[in-house]
């Protein structure tokens, strides 16, 4: 499931990735995903969509919303820690791990008739017919 992994990696993209086109500088990207970092909704977002497209249970909400906080937390650590050097396709590429961490985890506490949901939820999003991120 790549795919979830990418859904996964787009909700990290909440952090910031997504306001800039071009990298203009290891400590310009990074002041500008520190800028628009909104941990709290991304992780509401996470939670929403999934129980949205999965019939998530009160439990499994609440389990995916610790894992959707660990996996935001563990991404800003990487940016207030990383040294100075680090630039941003190392950056995206520790994302993309973590994000399949996280997206096992996820997949962990699904049933097999929330994992077929969320194949087909991935399809979606692959195929275009519908938005990344929930309102």
């Known amino acids: 499931m790549k795919s979830l992994s990418r859904l996964l990696f787009v909700a990290a993209v909440l952090l910031g990735l997504a306001g800039f086109a071009t990298a ?3 400590a310009d990207w990074r002041e500008r995903m520190q800028a628009n970092h ?8 996470q939670v929403r969509r999934l129980t949205k497209d999965l019939d998530l249970t009160p439990e499994q909400q609440q389990k995916v ?3 959707s906080k660990e996996h935001n937390d563990r991404i800003q650590k990487m940016l207030d820690t990383a040294p100075a050097t ?6 995206t590429a520790q994302v993309h791990a973590i994000s399949q961490e996280t997206h096992d985890a996820v997949n962990a506490i699904l049933t097999p008739h929330q994992l077929d ?4 939820m991935v399809s ?3 195929s275009g017919q519908e938005r990344r991120h929930a309102p």
């Open 24 to 26: 203009q500088g290891a």
């Open 38 to 45: 909104n941990a709290e909704r991304s992780v509401e977002q």
């Open 65 to 67: 919303r610790q894992l």
């Open 86 to 91: 680090l630039t941003r396709e190392e950056f």
């Open 117 to 120: 949901l969320m194949k087909a």
């Open 124 to 126: 979606r999003l692959d």
